[in-house]
């Protein structure tokens, strides 16, 4: 599938909440400073569902350890965040939406699914990893996230070649120390493929359900799931998933047919039991 760019609504909340000064210049009738238009060009989530994450890039977790994108990928589907952890506008409420959004899952994180938080910052260490790690797991409250949930922390070269992997373009502003991105989240599949982008700050929780059913290749979730996947589409446009009209029109005739059947099957039995019941008595 050839790249797709993230809705315009993603990418002009990330703006506004990084550059606040062109905020207030559009609403003082002003021109945007230069700087800043474009920085808004560099900015997207370009999609590139199938693209394959590179495994061998190096980075170190919220202990210190040295890892590799490989050590997290084989057995389950993996929510990937992209951000920075000493961000204080974007990045917090995005962190807080996806939390909101895990909760009510019943899938667990770290057996069924893992999700991975890689800062796009070098400078920032495993020890600010640790204490971001300790705050969110407090919020998300549910007993093994802590196996589940990984912070890392790395060098430019190997950040910048995973966001080129993933279509996560970013501008670092020198005069605030601040970075300017998008914001969403991404599915990998066990394999460390990109299966889903999930655009914006608030996720819905059937959407991140359905997407990790689906990148583990419906081996997690319900019958239940497998129903909602047939009924209910991904559209790579909005990031969401929508009814497939069409889907639910033949499983509603489906259900129709399979009524009128079962109707038919009782009343033949009920004749067959009243013409034969008069010659019993006799």
């Known amino acids: 599938m050839m790249p797709r760019r993230a ?3 993603a990418v002009a909340l990330a703006i506004a909440l990084a550059f606040p000064a062109m905020a207030g210049a559009h609403a003082a009738g002003k021109e945007p ?8 060009k560099d900015i997207s989530f370009d999609q590139k569902l199938g693209a394959a994450v590179p495994l061998d890039l190096a980075f170190r977790d919220e202990t210190g350890q040295a890892v590799t994108l490989g050590s997290y ?29 895990l909760r009510p ?6 057996k069924q699914y893992a999700v991975l938080a890689v800062s796009i910052n070098p400078r920032e260490t495993p020890s600010i990893a640790a204490a971001r790690k300790e705050l969110y797991i407090q919020r998300y409250g549910r007993k093994g996230a802590s196996d589940g949930w990984h912070f890392l922390t790395g060098k430019e070269g190997a950040i910048q070649q995973l966001t080129q992997a993933v279509g996560f373009r970013y501008v670092y502003d020198a005069k605030r120390d601040e970075y300017a991105h998008a914001a969403g989240i991404l599915i990998l599949t066990p394999q460390g493929k990109v299966s889903r982008y999930f655009y914006g700050m608030e996720f819905a929780s059937r959407d991140l359900r359905l997407g990790l059913v689906e990148a583990a290749g419906n081996t997690i979730g319900t019958p239940v799931d497998q129903l909602l996947l047939y009924c209910y589409h991904y559209d790579p446009l909005t990031g969401r998933y929508g009814i497939l009209i069409m889907n639910v029109l033949r499983l509603a005739g489906s259900a129709t047919v399979l009524a009128l059947v079962g109707f038919m099957l009782v009343m033949v039995r009920h004749d067959r039991r009243a013409a034969i019941q008069p010659g019993e008595a006799r």
């Not at 400073?33 to 808004?40: M, N, T, W």
């Not at 057995?75 to 000493?86: D, R």
């Not at 899952?105 to 770290?110: A, K, P, R, V």
């Open 7 to 9: 809705p315009a609504l």
């Open 33 to 40: 400073y230069s700087r800043e238009e474009a920085f808004l």
């Open 73 to 101: 990928v084989g057995t389950k589907p993996i929510i990937l965040l992209l951000t920075y952890y000493n961000c204080t506008m974007l990045c917090p409420v995005l962190m807080d939406g996806l939390v909101r959004a």
């Open 105 to 110: 899952l019943s899938l667990d994180m770290g």
